[in-house]
């Protein structure tokens, strides 16, 4: 392992909430969902009608401007619904799982008796490619490309996230295996690890470069770890996976199935049960939360961290990407002149609140915004939150002017949502800063294609 790499900007926010390393009891749900909305720039097109029976693994949709790229039922049954948004637009491809958990079968394979071109095809055809991310943009990678390095996070920083070394114990073999798979894609692989967190699994890994972080969220983001051992220049490429799919894609090789099995950890103030869960792709949150949140307030379900997740209904469905759900007051309500009480209660990382002298406290935090959108105002807050040699608040007035030149000059293509989501937390003038990068992502990616 090569020396500790030390993150001295960051933020930990202290919530509530956290699940114990245990295995809670639930059922899988009847309905599952792969959502288009979780791939940027993917135009699906149906290959399928409602009705149709399917198998784990079979083709729902593709994407429209590159057919080769598909997406699969996560579970058996049948297709029942494609929930649509305005213009049509797909949101929702929704499967009513039969409990028999029948798989398509493909061929299993040593990747080392194969090209880089089989290896994707094959990839591509059990639909298990979407997994594979590149960066800049943070789409799913173009199989043209040369990537220069794969990187996997071992490790996920964000408030509640699941502990990587946890949920994969007893995958060693599978985790390999896939390794083994993106080495015939890109030789260069390298794998962050949490430093002190004697990480066996990650530090027992052959055939990558293991990195060592120390410090505060965004630690774990693999595009902080990216800037800190191979910064990302113009025209350069770094394709990005994350542990639970690499496991994935080693099971279809080994076994030649779609697994589309994950575990997840169900955690936040208002969750009961807080603890880890076997679910599947896209699986309906409802048999994770029924009987086990609190009632006496409105509650906010997420996919994903409080930071970059996604905002569903209790019965909503589990983001393809997320190993996480998060259970949160709403936070629905008006507080006059709450900025002149102490704060005892109230997390905040400046000194505006009495609450910086309680190190330790953990906080119940909601969803309210504790005020609305204000003027874009250069404080330097960002600065404090972004371990990236970057001028954030620069980059994002050149967003939205539109200045492609400042925006390649300012660093955006190192940058995805959730390397600037604490920018937005601590923004005093509540920008949607998350927002104003994808949109100046989606005005690079359409002006230099």
């Known amino acids: 392992m090569s020396e500790v790499i030390k993150i001295k900007k960051g933020l930990d926010i202290q919530l509530a909430g956290k699940a114990d390393k245990v295995f809670g009891q639930a059922e899988l749900p009847e309905l599952f969902a792969v959502k ?7 135009v699906p097109k149906m290959a399928i009608k409602v009705g149709d029976k399917v198998k784990a693994g079979t083709v729902l949709f593709f994407d429209k401007n590159r057919p080769e790229i598909k997406f699969v039922s996560p579970v058996s049954g049948e297709l029942v619904a494609v929930n649509r948004g305005e ?27 194969l090209s880089k071109e089989e290896i994707v095809e094959k990839l591509q055809a059990a639909g298990l490619w979407p997994f594979i991310r590149k960066r800049p943009y943070d789409v799913i990678a173009n199989a043209s490309e040369t990537p220069k390095a794969f990187f996997i996070s071992g490790f996920d920083s964000a408030p509640l996230a699941p502990d990587m070394d946890f949920i994969l114990s007893g995958s060693e073999d599978a985790l390999q295996a896939g390794i083994n798979v993106v080495k015939q894609l890109c030789d260069n692989v390298h794998v962050g690890v949490q430093h002190d967190a004697a990480s066996k699994i990650f530090n027992n890994l052959k055939g990558v470069q293991v990195h060592a972080f120390e410090g505060p969220h965004p630690a774990g983001n693999v595009g902080i770890q990216i800037h800190h051992t191979l910064p990302i220049n113009k025209g350069e ?22 697994d589309a099995n994950r575990t997840v950890v169900v955690a936040g103030s208002e969750v009961e049960k807080k603890a880890y869960y076997k679910t599947k792709v896209g699986a309906s949150i409802s048999t994770l ?5 609190k009632t006496d307030d409105k509650l906010r379900y997420i996919s994903g961290n409080v930071l970059t997740g996604s905002h569903i209904d209790e019965d909503g469905y589990l983001g393809v990407y997320h190993s996480q759900v998060t259970v949160i007051p709403e936070g629905d309500y008006y507080e006059f002149m709450g900025w002149a009480t102490p704060g005892f209660g109230k ?24 005020g609305g959108l204000r003027s874009f105002v250069v404080s330097g807050q960002y ?20 200045d492609i030149d400042k925006m390649e000059q ?15 937390f601590v923004c005093t003038s509540k920008q949607p800063l998350q927002s104003v990068l994808r949109t100046g992502i989606d005005l690079m990616i359409k002006e230099l294609s």
């Open 347 to 370: 997390f905040s990382m400046s000194r505006s609140f009495f609450s910086w002298m309680c190190k330790k406290k953990e906080y119940r935090l909601d969803a309210n915004m504790h």
């Open 237 to 258: 490429v770094v394709w990005v996976a994350q542990p639970q799919e690499i496991v994935a894609i080693g099971k279809l090789f080994t076994e030649g199935i779609y």
């Open 289 to 293: 939360v029924k009987n086990n949140v």
């Open 383 to 402: 600065d404090q939150v972004l371990p990236m040699d970057i001028l954030p608040e620069f980059l994002f007035r050149a967003i939205l002017v539109e």
């Open 36 to 42: 288009p909305t979780d791939f940027h720039g993917v």
């Open 87 to 113: 213009r049509r637009r797909i949101l929702e491809v929704v499967v009513k799982s039969d409990g028999s958990d029948d798989k398509e079968q493909f061929d299993t394979a040593n990747p080392a008796d």
């Open 410 to 424: 300012l660093g955006i293509y190192e940058l995805a949502e959730e390397d600037i989501a604490l920018c937005e």
